[in-house]
């Protein structure tokens, strides 16, 4: 089993290539955003404690985000798993290589490498999927707000937090996590230019991976 993951500030194309990973080579799509979620609608002993944490607006520590995330993966099977914002910090970056080594898995590192700038200038067209978390660009992929999503059918989003000031204090936040995961894996690490069209940006990962058009699901 293949494990991708996508580095890259919010607004750099990391949903987007996971959502095409997923469609074409069944890849499973890990979000810590979406596992908390899933656990705290499940009112789960780790969710409760999660829950406990967002109320009182502290951080989660580490260990329990790590728990989560882990204690979900044991349960998924399939050809590979896409890491979407995972690891952000140096002991999940740790803990995320030792389930490499315990699982097995060909882990390939992936950094978009985009500018503020570019991330702006996109953002500005960014719509979503609220049912399946998928990312489109109005202008490139012809999807506008109150459309159906091509994927799953639900009704297109704007997402809520694409506002300039909010993405670039998320953009701030992703420069300093991101030094310390990327000296941890150090020349493991394939930078990708990320402000390309899509489709170019996917055929770099996928040729770095090895996979190939014959693997895929669709062919
Ligand atoms: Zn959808």
Do not use: W
């Amino acid at each position: 089993m293949d494990a991708v993951v996508l580095l890259g500030a919010p607004g750099s194309g990391k949903g987007t290539q996971t959502g095409k990973l997923c469609d074409d080579f069944g890849f499973h799509r890990v979000s810590t955003g979406d596992i908390i979620r899933a656990e705290i609608r499940d009112g789960t002993l780790l969710g409760k404690s999660f829950a406990q944490y967002q109320a009182t607006g502290m951080l989660v520590p580490d260990d329990t985000v790590c728990e989560m995330v882990f204690s979900n993966l044991s349960r998924i099977d399939g050809r590979g798993l896409v890491f979407d914002g995972f690891p952000r910090t140096l002991l999940q970056a740790h803990r995320l290589e030792r389930f490499f080594v315990e699982r097995d898995l060909r882990g390939f590192i992936f950094l978009f490498d985009v500018t503020f700038e570019n991330i702006e200038n996109r953002i500005v067209n960014r719509v979503s999927c609220p049912g399946c978390n998928s990312v489109f660009n109005s202008r490139v992929d012809g999807v506008e707000i109150g459309a159906a999503c091509p994927r799953c059918g639900t009704r297109i989003a704007v997402r809520q937090d694409d506002t300039i000031e909010v993405l670039r204090h998320r953009y701030d936040i992703f420069r300093r996590e991101v030094d310390p995961i990327l000296e941890f894996y150090g020349d493991k690490v394939h930078v990708i230019a990320g402000n390309r069209p899509a489709d170019d940006v996917y055929l770099d990962i996928t040729e770095q991976m090895n996979l190939s058009a014959l693997d895929s699901r669709n062919s």
